[in-house]
């Protein structure tokens, strides 16, 4: 059984950051994407970052966040992180965490298994 256990998340004033974590547990972890997708009230949910776990594959990013979000991977402990510097406004959103057994890790991709979510507010 997958399961995929978000944390992390909180209130920011704008320019600031925050660290999302994700902690996977059952088999999903070893050659799978690892991704975080977020959403906002009255918006669909749409992918933000992902990377893939069975070796030295690419990152994709969404183009808004581009240079200020940076996932990473802890594979000792199973566990993929969203780094989040120079946070705006429009980045508060419910954040989840994804995974999905394939090479490719594109964000317009199908995923699997999902998170409950975590909450970010950035105030101005």
């Known amino acids: 059984q997958v399961q995929l256990v978000e944390s992390g998340g909180g209130s920011v004033q704008a320019g600031g950051s925050l660290r999302l974590s994700c902690a996977a547990s059952?088999?999903?972890?070893?050659?799978?994407?690892m991704g975080w997708f977020r959403q906002s009230p009255g918006s669909e949910r749409a992918g933000v970052a992902a990377?893939?776990?069975?070796?030295?594959?690419?990152?994709y990013y969404a183009d808004s966040v581009e240079g200020r979000f940076t996932i990473s991977l802890d594979r000792g402990r199973r566990e993929v992180y969203l780094h989040m510097t120079n946070l705006q406004p429009e980045d508060t959103a419910t954040y989840y965490c994804?995974?999905?057994?394939?090479?490719?890790?594109?964000?317009?991709?199908?995923?699997?298994?999902w998170g409950q979510g975590t909450q970010v507010n950035v105030f101005s």
């Open positions: 994804a995974a999905r057994w394939s090479g490719d890790c594109s964000l317009g991709a199908p995923y699997d298994y």
């Open positions: 059952g088999s999903i972890y070893r050659s799978a994407c």
């Open positions: 990377h893939y776990t069975g070796g030295a594959g690419r990152s």
